[in-house]
């Protein structure tokens, strides 16, 4: 029995403030924060779309979607601050109401769903200060598995089509959702078809299916041949065959680069006349191709990736709760407890379980950041509800106090870690210097031409010399070449200059490691920029 009434405005209430922090929390503060590394990729991106540059537009890495929401914002003359900001705004509230729509395909309270939105709004907080495409992701599958979940979708065709919709828009966010939703759907369906005993609702179901497939492999595969056509064969994405390639035997996939040799093999000119850098589309980079059958060596290195890759998952979950594991072990104990043939009819408890395995697995080959997995967070953040609904039910829950220290140990067990982290993300924050600096260099400097940079690890891993000077030549409107190999000598070094005629050359760090040949060239900044030196390759000094 609900603990609050359907007809209590209690929960609207609760609903409509977590809307209202959420949108006064990103309107207020850390807006310079969210112009990320790859933020920046898709503005550049949306900006070609404006000007009309469409083939370079097209774009076999990144996923088209972000960008196509972006150029309206662009056409109508809005600064990258506010067109980020505003998009960060619109997905928060977008996903927090899927969230709570989504709350509904689990038997918990109305109690338990108002509780559910309290640490929804921090995590959304601190997940729009990171990438913004996996941000888009995750609010589209949130849509789609609210609809996939729901008990009627099985006679409801409608669903099936919007379904294949949200399928493809997720494909359009990020790579990733092509698979992932041509798996996840067949594999949900399938669970439908054998929780259904009547033969009418099971010749539906194939029915819908076929509709969900054909709306989705028609909007993707516009997209599928566009790309397709541009690199002169079939693929749907250059992605997974890249980050792939980055993690053979030897690379050095523990860096902050996951081994990528765009950071490790010198300079990389950008794929097309109007790029910032060669990572606006790493499918024309130099990588080396490699298979876990090539050899033994090889197939061990995959084997290590995999057993790597699972330990990482089981951390990322942890920090989204420490509740996590208790969450999951609950869930499998609900599972053995079920009837045989009764089992595929308990979507709450079946469904979301499989969603997370099928999803955290997709890529186990490659590898993992806590941004690829926001929907499982998601999900355990919704299981954890129904996990503390059955608790709550118990007879030793039944006083007040006891309650109160076990939702309050829920709430915080998932506000903690974003609330954290979000703090840390204010602090000396790589995205809002750069934005700075450049504005900065803007107005002193005329800086236009061809930049690279010296290879150097600053405060932090993410203050490299590579992502440092990648932003700064974007909001410079310039050409970044990235950075020398390592151990290469001082000749080596200007003479790979003079090939791909670098204007300016960008050196951080400590001044006495400068290469003596850069003396003769002058320097910009006259050390009014701690840490940073920029030699005008075209000047001489006294010139």
Request: charged share 20%; aromatic share 16%; proline share 4%.
């Amino acid at each position: 029995m609900n603990t609050v009434s359907r007809t209590s405005p209690l929960p609207a209430v609760i609903l409509i403030t977590a809307l209202i922090t959420y949108a006064a929390l990103i309107i207020s503060c850390c807006h310079y924060e969210r112009l990320t590394g790859d933020a920046v990729l898709y503005l550049g991106i949306a900006e070609k779309y404006v000007r009309g540059d469409v083939s370079n537009a097209i774009n076999g890495y990144w996923g088209p979607l972000l960008s196509w929401l972006l150029v309206p914002f662009l056409a109508a003359g809005s600064s990258h601050v506010f067109a980020i900001n505003s998009l960060n705004v619109i997905f928060g509230l977008l996903t927090i109401t899927g969230v709570w729509k989504f709350s509904f395909r689990f038997e918990i309270t109305e109690t338990i769903r108002s509780i559910i939105l309290v640490p929804l709004v921090p995590i959304l907080l601190f997940i729009s200060l990171i990438q913004p495409m996996d941000f888009l992701l995750l609010c589209i599958l949130v849509y789609y598995l609210s609809i996939i979940f729901h008990k009627d979708y099985p006679v409801k065709s409608s669903y099936a089509a919007l379904s294949g919709f949200l399928g493809a828009c997720a494909f359009f966010s990020k790579p990733y959702g092509f698979p992932f939703f041509i798996s996840h759907f067949l594999l949900m369906n399938a669970c439908h078809y054998y929780g259904s005993s009547s033969r009418d609702t099971r010749r539906k179901l194939l029915r819908s299916m076929c509709i969900g497939f054909v709306v989705f492999f028609l909007l993707s595969g516009v997209w599928i041949a566009l790309i397709s056509s541009k690199y002169d064969r079939f693929t749907f994405s250059n992605m997974g065959r890249g980050v792939f390639a980055s993690l053979g035997p030897g690379s050095e996939h523990e860096t902050l680069e996951k081994g990528d040799p765009i950071f490790f093999e010198g300079f990389f000119e950008p794929p097309n006349e109007t790029a910032v850098v060669i990572y606006e589309d790493p499918s024309y980079a130099r990588k080396k191709t490699w298979s876990p059958l090539e050899s033994r060596n090889s197939f061990k290195h995959y084997m290590s990736n995999l057993s790597e890759n699972f330990f990482e998952s089981l951390r990322i979950y942890e920090s989204f709760s420490r509740l996590s594991f208790a969450i999951l072990l609950a869930y499998i104990l609900m599972l053995f407890a079920q009837p045989h043939t009764g089992l595929f009819s308990r979507r709450d408890i079946l469904y979301p379980f499989i969603t997370i395995i099928l999803y955290t697995g997709g890529y186990a080959p490659f590898h993992f950041e806590t941004r690829y997995l926001w929907i499982v967070n998601i999900l355990l953040l919704l299981m954890g509800g129904r996990v503390l609904d059955e608790l709550l039910r118990s007879d030793f829950m039944k006083k007040g106090i006891r309650r109160k220290i076990v939702i309050t140990f829920f709430i915080l067990s998932f506000v903690i870690s974003p609330v954290k982290a979000s703090f840390e993300i204010g602090k000396n924050n790589i995205n809002r210097e750069m934005f700075m600096l450049g504005t900065r260099l803007n107005k002193q400097y005329e800086i236009k031409g061809n930049i690279a940079s010296n290879r150097h690890i600053g405060r932090t891993a993410s203050h490299d010399s590579w992502h440092q000077t990648f932003r700064l030549a974007y909001w410079l409107n310039n050409r970044y070449y990235g950075q020398p190999e390592e151990n290469i000598s001082d000749e080596e070094l200007k003479s790979e200059l003079e090939k791909y005629g670098i204007d300016y050359y960008f050196f951080w760090g400590d001044a006495e490691e400068v290469p003596q040949f850069l003396f003769q060239y002058k320097e910009l900044t006259k050390r009014d920029i701690p840490g940073l030196k920029i030699y005008s390759l075209n000047e001489k000094k006294g010139a």
